[in-house]
């Protein structure tokens, strides 16, 4: 009985424990969806360069997920062109997590069509897939 005590003891100082290093480290939040954005950079000479990728995601992308984001910049694709055949073009992912809303949505959309009306004559493009009911959490020192 004395072993009990003291293991349930331990457990309920380990659990106190653990409670207070997941307040202080780890945060749980209440998003419901992803978000996947390929930005193609388009092809040939008027091609989106890293340095403009750079200044639209300074300028744009942050201030629309202030909540942050994730890029990959190094993303290769193809796609068939109806009348040129098979594009190679350089590619940015960007990955998010966030709450659906109207004004996600709306923020997504103008991110979008921004990124393409900004280069006119890249072919630059923008693939959205929004994926629902997810849960976010975050663990860092």
Not at 9 to 37: F, H, N, P, W
């Amino acid at each position: 009985m004395k072993k009990f005590v003291i293991s349930l003891s331990l457990c309920a100082l380990l659990g106190a424990v653990c409670s207070v290093a997941r307040a202080e480290g780890d945060r749980i939040y209440d998003y419901d969806a992803s978000l996947r954005m390929i930005f193609g950079l388009g092809y040939g000479k008027r091609a989106v360069t890293d340095e403009q990728f750079s200044a639209f995601a300074r300028e744009v992308l942050t201030p629309a997920f202030r909540e942050g984001y994730c890029v990959v910049r190094e993303a290769h694709g193809e796609w068939a062109h109806p009348e040129r055949g098979l594009v190679r073009e350089r590619n940015v992912v960007v990955f998010l997590d966030f709450k659906e809303s109207g004004e996600a949505r709306a923020a997504r959309e103008a991110v979008a069509r921004e990124f393409v009306r900004r280069f006119p004559g890249s072919h630059a493009s923008v693939y959205l897939t929004v994926t629902p009911g997810i849960q976010s959490s975050i663990h860092f020192q």
